[in-house]
Nanobody, 121 residues
Framework: QVQLVESGGGLVQAGDSLRLSCAAS????????MGWFRQAPGKEREFVAHISWNDDSTHYADSVKGRFTISRDNAKNTVYLQMNSLKPEDTAVYYC??????????????WGQGTQVTVSS
């Protein structure tokens, strides 16, 4: 069992930065692929980024590539999402997720409760 708790969301202006954090419980965190997803009002939840268990590989959605950075600290059981140059279209609830494998980001085993990010123009 893995429990995920996100924090760091808020209201910012376009061009600003935010860093989301996801604290995980469970002894298997250091061997788990982790990801971030988001869901905007009226839209389906979409993949944002994921990171391998040893921080060696990352992958991003085209919409955030070059602006967002995913990272993890296995000693702290925490995964981060640094979001720079935020745009109004980044407004969404952001979810942390524990994935079943690196090769299939849709294979989500556990979800966090989500944190709201709102970007004003």
């Amino acid at each position: 069992q893995v429990q995920l708790v996100e924090s760091g969301g808020g209201l910012v202006q376009a061009g600003d930065s935010l860093r989301l954090s996801c604290a995980a419980s469970g002894r298997t965190f250091s061997s788990t692929v982790m990801g971030w997803f988001r869901q905007a009002p009226g839209k389906e939840r979409e993949f944002v980024a994921h990171i391998s268990w040893n921080d060696d590989s990352t992958h991003y959605a085209d919409s955030v590539k070059g602006r967002f950075t995913i990272s993890r600290d296995n000693a702290k059981n925490t995964v981060y999402l640094q979001m720079n140059s935020l745009k109004p279209e980044d407004t969404a609830v952001y979810y942390c997720a524990a994935l079943g494998s690196w090769y299939n980001p849709s294979d989500v085993r556990y979800w966090g409760q989500g944190t709201q990010v709102t970007v004003s123009s």
